[in-house]
């Protein structure tokens, strides 16, 4: 029945010519307007992480219990993503050895198929900050997803058979791939991690049927190398210089910049934009990017790293770009993901991009030029005192910035950032956007390092403590963009790194590192439910109307590893493992009785 008006439903769509004429994938955009099913990782393209379904509401979710539940057998490492479900199939990749899972949702979740990937043993011992699974994606019948030693596998979604399998990352660098791909039109458009091994930042695209590669364009470098041609059109005058990506670094460090693309993507079909953000600079010890004469942010910003990036998904060429954080020195990655929405500002619907800073900003920008409509701290911020509207800079505060022989002290927020990966939601019935935020500050030393290929080129040492703004390590912020305020706080106690989902029924929900998963009022903020899944959660929780026609929520739960990263005072890990929540990744599905 649900199969039968699902093929309906889509041959309606493909029979619709595009908007514009656009090259969208006509499939994809169907199945996320089927409130049903969630077919990518944040749900629809814009990003919102929203759910129409409201079975599940206010009123009756203090009766929300374990549907059923399915262990993923792997304890290397935590995931981070969602599953995917896609008519009565739901879609599962565990972290390494990313084993993929196709469950049969008319029996509770009985194996389907199975599939398990060929990987490299020696990224194991080598990845950053553990060997985690960030979202995969559906397209075209194949559930394409990136491994850490840099593939990229597309599998028949019926059958689990490869269709498909493409190296790439460069392993000898350290390019590991950790995010979910964004299929636009033909292309499967794939990021990269390794920014702490002084690499240069890409994002690739693939043929959606052979994974033959399109194009690549670099974050750094020659207009040639980041597809900067004539329609690039940068917003703000001192962002007009020719050859940004190689004129704004002293010498040849852009080629080691890093600026790598390993968060979530999102995409406008009616401009035929994606947009993506960059990482930190490398080595994080500034001095190596900028000349030592004349060492201000202004005079070299490094472009582009701490930044986003707009491009045509069909071509990849370079539309426009914002550097949220000009000279990066402090580890403000901004790969977090880019949320599109439509927002009235000044009397005037905008189109819009809302970017969760790491570095503590909360921004609103204009998604088709790239103009800094409001950028407002939501957190403890002192490395800047705000923007200049008229310029898109920041204010830097001349204390926070790195020199030579001295340790920064008190800067805010630490390196984890106000918000990291861990995605945003948007619920277009409050206006408002829900993420887990955190709540330190630190200290950084700048420190010498060589670059040596494929190790790690940072430069800093940092050391953690608590924020000045209270006790508590995270919170859950909903926040009102067009005031520029909070709406509600939930504090918590530990650093929570968890994505929040919305819904129709006004509820939130998002689970926490000591082992909880919440429900809250949209509109209040009141906890209307929890549960105690016994592992910590850094994945995302998402929702879908199962072959009984009743709504579902689940959430993915495993404490997160922390590959070959030493374990320092402020790490949650030092004293949540072995207390409140254990390892091992678990599939946990909720409903109503």
């Known amino acids: 029945m649900l199969k039968s008006r699902l093929l309906m439903k889509l041959a309606v769509i493909l029979a619709v010519v595009p908007i514009g004429g656009v090259l969208a994938n006509q499939e994809l955009q169907f ?5 049903a099913q969630w077919a990518m990782s944040s749900k629809t393209y814009n990003g919102w992480r929203y759910s129409p379904l409201n079975q599940i509401n206010t009123n009756n979710v ?47 979740g009985t194996i389907k198929w199975m599939y398990e990937p060929k990987v490299d043993e020696k990224y194991k011992a080598v990845t950053c900050c553990g060997l985690m699974e960030r979202g995969w994606a559906y397209a075209d019948g194949k559930l394409i997803f990136n491994t ?32 979910p791909p964004l299929v636009a039109g033909n292309n499967v458009i794939v990021g990269m991690a390794g920014g702490e091994f002084g690499n240069r930042g890409w994002v690739t695209a693939l043929d959606l049927k052979t994974g033959q590669r399109r194009w690549r364009a670099y974050s750094t470098g020659p207009n040639e190398d980041m597809l900067i041609g004539s329609r690039f059109k940068p917003f703000y005058d001192q962002d007009k210089v020719p050859n940004p990506g190689v004129s704004t670094w002293f010498g040849d460090s852009w080629q080691r910049g890093t600026a790598t693309t390993w968060g979530y993507m999102t995409y406008d079909p009616e401009l035929n934009l994606f947009y ?18 004349d ?15 707009a491009r045509d998904a069909t071509t990849g060429e370079l539309v426009w770009a914002f550097q949220f ?10 790969i977090a993901e880019n949320i599109l929405v439509d927002l009235r500002i000044g009397g005037q619907v905008r189109k819009a991009l809302v970017h969760v800073g790491r570095n503590g900003f909360f921004y609103v920008l204009d998604r088709t030029t790239g103009e800094l409509l409001s950028a407002t701290p939501y957190t403890l911020v002192n490395w800047a005192t705000g923007y200049d509207l008229k310029t898109g800079f920041p204010i830097y505060n001349p204390d926070k910035l790195h020199k030579e022989g001295q340790i920064t002290r008190d800067i805010c927020p630490n390196l984890i950032g106000g918000k990291n990966f861990q995605p945003a939601s948007y619920s277009p019935r409050t206006g408002l956007f829900y993420f887990t935020a ?20 940072v430069g800093i040492r940092s ?9 508590h390590r995270s919170e859950l912020i909903a926040w009102d963009p067009i005031n520029g305020r909070r709406a509600f706080t939930i504090k918590e106690p530990f650093n929570n790194r968890s994505g929040t989902m919305v819904t129709a029924g006004d509820l939130v929900f998002y689970g926490t590192v000591d082992g909880w998963f919440k429900a809250l009022n949209a509109r209040t903020g009141e906890v209307l439910w929890q549960f105690r899944t016994g592992a910590g959660t850094f994945a995302n929780p998402m929702t879908y109307l199962g072959p009984d026609g009743k709504q579902y929520v689940a959430l993915l739960v495993g404490a997160k590893g922390q590959g070959n990263r030493p374990v320092d005072q402020d790490d949650v890990f030092n004293g949540l493992i072995g207390k409140y929540s254990r390892r091992g990744n678990v599939l946990f599905v909720f409903s109503l009785p």
């Open 148 to 179: 850490v030693d840099g593939q990229t596998i597309a599998l028949d979604a019926q059958t689990g058979k490869e269709v498909w399998k493409t190296q790439v990352g460069e392993l000898a660098k350290q390019e590991a791939m950790t995010a």
């Open 31 to 35: 199945l996320q307007q089927d409130a």
């Open 295 to 309: 060492p201000s942010p202004t005079k070299w910003p490094n472009k582009y790293v701490a930044s986003v990036l």
């Open 325 to 334: 954080t000009p000279q990066e020195q402090w580890d403000y990655d901004e």
């Open 62 to 108: 203090r009766n929300l219990r374990v549907a059923w539940s399915f262990a993923l057998g792997i304890q290397d490492d935590g995931v981070e993503g969602e599953p995917l479900v896609v008519g009565n199939t739901m879609y599962i990749v565990s972290p390494w050895p990313h084993q993929v899972y196709a469950l049969d949702l008319t029996q509770d």
């Open 463 to 471: 050391t953690h403590k608590p924020s000045p703004a209270g006790s």
């Open 438 to 457: 955190t709540n330190l500050c630190m200290d950084q030393e700048l420190l010498d390092v060589e670059y040596k290929p494929g190790e790690r080129y």
């Open 276 to 293: 993506y953000g960059t990482s930190n600079g490398g080595p994080w010890n500034p001095k190596y990017r900028r000349d030592p004469n």
